[in-house]
């Protein structure tokens, strides 16, 4: 397999891997992501141990702690963890009889809803012991201002090993940095400096375009304002009312559901459409029957869908996405007029790039009083009902400390006032998705899954009959 020839891990916070952290300090806002590895055998621990000290030794992030600036005079710095004990990170976790994937995911729930270690490097994994028929198991838990979902799966691509050796890790590495206040300080100030200047920069050459080419500046003004106007009118936008915001806690429950990648193929290329709009189209499907199941008339339901701002190969960690809401139509029974729907949605945000001024928001919050940066971050995710993201993930076999993968589950987290959160990760031939719920506002996971199940295999079978790059 192929790994990112270098990884590079910058030693501060950029905007939204600072808001994460700040929001981190509210238990409802934290914005932790699961990865489930499910193995054909189980490795002994210490060859776990192994791969992980090999991936650690080339990712410095993987052995850092997060130390802040006083005053929020700059974003947080990644310092080396002087005391670091990767036996603290690397746990071991057992499987109750019969030792199934059910149980293994009771006992995952509890461990991915409390924190992490605010003051250790922002990472755990836990080694399953137990499952039935020798299988194995690997749960990593990692601080969603660490990395993004693209950057998770570069990250991951690093920790798994070829079956005939192991994958090298390339890591532009970092002098070790004083964490005497004044060495903060003055960090600091040079970074505020650097920043000021890259702006002013910044400022000159657009004014200078704007000057040498005023024709070219005025043609484009319509679509900075279309940009502008789409990105201000996502943000006043409220959500629909669903039974799944009746009741909420701090609980939450794991469950897994698989998709074959080829099936979803076939059928996107006959109905022209994209991977990503299969999927929204199926998950609003799902939700529709679970809402008409519990006598709920919803018509539509907005998701927050995690965009990716990365532009071609990028090696480098952090946060780089767009949280932008997208409106699911729940109410549309026939699942062509639903994909649709999605496709020409989805058009009007990738149209008119609204999803690019995400990171000036999130700086924006930054420069808040944590107090009230809490509370504007809380007061969004009202906005929206749930949490859907798709990552692509390898097509080819991976292995994890000499076993197998035979698949990866993906996990999201409950941010706010989300009660579901659904994560996706293409994986050979399978689309692996994690289910993340609060079991108080949803109490019948299974019979969600079963509604998941119905749409899928609607929406594969529309596709199946469809004329080709038609409906």
Request: net charge neutral; glycine share 8%; charged share 20%.
């Amino acid at each position: 397999m192929t790994t990112p020839t270098t990884l590079r891990w910058n030693d501060r916070m950029n905007a939204s891997d600072t808001l994460f952290w700040h929001l981190d300090a509210v238990p409802e806002l934290r914005s932790t992501f699961g990865v489930l590895m499910l193995l054909d055998h189980l490795p002994p621990s210490e060859r776990i141990a192994d791969e992980f000290q090999r991936l650690i030794a080339g990712i410095p992030r993987l052995r850092q702690r997060v130390l802040e600036v006083p005053f929020n005079l700059a974003p947080p710095e990644w310092v080396d963890d002087p005391q670091f004990d990767i036996d603290y990170h690397l746990r071991a976790l057992a499987v109750p009889a019969p030792g199934g994937t059910a149980e293994l995911l009771a006992e995952l729930g509890p461990l991915f809803a409390s924190p992490l270690d605010r003051d250790r490097p922002l990472w755990e994994a836990y080694r399953a012991e137990g499952l039935l028929d020798g299988r194995g198991a690997v749960f990593l838990k990692v601080h969603h201002c660490l990395v993004d979902g693209v950057g998770g799966t570069q990250l991951l691509t690093a920790l798994l090993a070829a079956r005939d050796g192991r994958a090298g890790v390339a890591a532009r590495m970092h002098p070790p940095r004083s964490v005497d206040l004044g060495a903060r300080l003055w960090r600091a100030v040079r970074h505020n400096a650097r920043e000021l200047i890259g702006a002013n920069v910044a400022i000159a050459r657009s004014v200078a375009e704007t000057l040498l080419h005023p024709v070219d500046t005025l043609a484009a003004l319509p679509s900075v304002l279309r940009r502008v106007y789409g990105f201000g009118t996502e943000l006043g936008r409220t959500r629909a009312a669903s039974p799944l915001h009746q009741r909420r806690s701090l609980s939450r429950a794991l469950t897994t559901f698989e998709m074959s990648l080829i099936e979803i193929d076939a059928a996107r290329r006959r109905l022209g459409a994209t991977n990503n709009d299969m999927v929204l189209a199926i998950v609003s499907g799902a939700l529709h029957r679970w809402h008409t199941a519990h006598g709920a008339d919803v018509k539509e339901l907005r998701a927050l869908v995690p965009v990716s701002l990365r532009d071609g190969p990028d090696g480098s960690a952090g946060n780089r996405i767009a949280l932008l809401a997208m409106d699911l139509p729940i109410g549309e029974p026939n699942p062509v007029r639903r994909l649709r729907i999605i496709q020409a949605r989805m058009g009007e945000v990738k149209a008119d790039r609204r999803a690019t001024l995400y990171p000036i928001l999130a700086s924006a919050l930054t420069r808040l009083p944590l107090v009230l940066a809490t509370e504007v971050g809380r007061q969004q995710t009202f906005r929206t009902n749930l949490v859907c993201t798709n990552v692509p993930g390898p097509r080819e076999t991976c292995y994890l400390a000499g076993a197998t993968i035979e698949a990866i589950f993906p996990y999201a987290p409950l941010v706010g006032d989300h009660p579901v959160a659904i994560a996706l990760y293409s994986y050979r031939d399978t689309i692996h998705v994690g289910l993340d719920v609060d079991p108080l506002a949803m109490d019948d996971v299974p019979r969600f899954l079963d509604a998941f199940g119905e749409s899928y295999a609607e929406v594969v079978n529309v596709g199946r009959h469809a004329e080709l790059g038609g409906g």
